[in-house]
């Protein structure tokens, strides 16, 4: 097959939206998009659709926005595309109706080196667990979330200050050229995919709730600092300020041996805020307290005033 196969293309957020416009870009036969419906949002609770909504219109690409994924009409807009091959990227879990359907089956592009990191914010917790590397696999959708044959992989360094919202920007791109390069492969016929090995898989990326995004500050600095990259910009690593809740989004380690009480912060109400851990101080540099915008650390100490201690 030299050609390129029906495509019919699923996701939401912008994430998604740089795989679908290497689709386009690769001159790639998109014959359909499905993304979320439109969601009210904001103040005045406007409808807004999906980036990747947006970008379908913009490119005049035809649209579905099922409300059931399960439903008999959805499931009749897939066979009048009668794709070859679906994509999905950032979208929700499918029946395997739908993800069974074309003869290629439905590739997914997934935000870790698939075993590890399964599951629903695997970019947050290879940074808050510490990782030095991480990557995008592209693999084929089977009945278990995450669990489908791996068919290219592509490995993505981790720098010590990195947070997720950058290592999101670097893997949103790769996993889009990614993606082409391994349709252009199954297109060619040079590309076999391979089993998971479950023996590999060592941690797991399940959905991020408020209680994992507490502040603890009994532990190491370096487990702060990457709790803090890790939820960094979204939904925000924090603690409690004067009885507010403080997010904190970028910050620096000061090391140092022997620190008590743990917890408390240090400030001269001008220049700098530091939280006191078990080996070391988190120097805050971007924060944002409960009913105020984001702001830097200079920015809030010239406008707050602290309680005598």
């Given amino acids: 097959m030299n050609a390129s196969p029906k495509i019919v293309f699923m996701g939401t957020p912008s994430f998604a939206v740089a795989s ?3 689709l386009l870009d690769a001159k790639m036969n998109v014959v359909g998009v499905v993304t979320a419906p439109d969601k009210p949002a904001g103040r005045g609770m406007q409808l807004q659709q999906s980036a990747v909504k947006q970008f379908a219109l913009e490119h005049q690409l035809p649209i579905a926005q099922p409300e059931k994924l399960k439903s008999p009409e959805f499931f009749a807009q897939i066979q009048a595309w009668q794709p070859d091959l679906q ?18 089956g439905t590739l997914n592009v997934h935000g870790s080196l698939l075993p590890k990191y399964r599951g629903a914010a695997p970019i947050n917790w290879a940074i808050i667990n510490g990782e030095k590397e991480t990557g995008v696999t592209t693999f084929r959708l089977q009945h278990a979330i995450d669990t489908g044959d791996i068919l ?58 408020t209680k994992d995004c507490e502040i603890n500050w009994q532990q190491p600095v370096v ?36 620190i008590k009480p743990l917890g408390v912060y240090q400030t001269d109400e001008k220049t700098f805020l530091h939280f006191t851990c078990s080996n070391g101080l988190i120097q805050v540099k971007e924060l944002q307290l409960e009913g105020k915008k984001k702001m830097t650390v200079e920015e809030f100490l010239r406008g707050y005033r602290f309680t005598p201690m």
Avoid: C
Wanted: net charge neutral.
């Fill in 20 to 22: 679908l416009k290497a």
């Fill in 152 to 209: 290219l992989q592509e490995r993505i360094p981790i720098s010590p200050d990195m947070t997720a919202g950058a290592l999101h920007d670097i893997m949103m791109e790769i996993g889009a050229q990614t993606l082409v390069t391994t349709l252009k492969g199954l297109i060619a016929g040079t590309i076999e995919s391979k089993p998971q090995e479950d023996a590999l898989l060592s941690a797991h990326a399940p959905k991020i709730f």
């Fill in 87 to 104: 994509i999905v990227v950032a979208f929700r879990m499918l029946p395997e109706s739908i993800w069974s359907y074309p003869p290629m």
């Fill in 223 to 258: 487990k702060v600092h990457n709790l803090i990259r890790g939820l960094s910009p979204f939904p925000g690593a924090f603690t409690f300020f004067d009885g507010k809740v403080l997010k904190i989004f970028k910050a620096d380690i000061i090391r140092q041996d022997d």
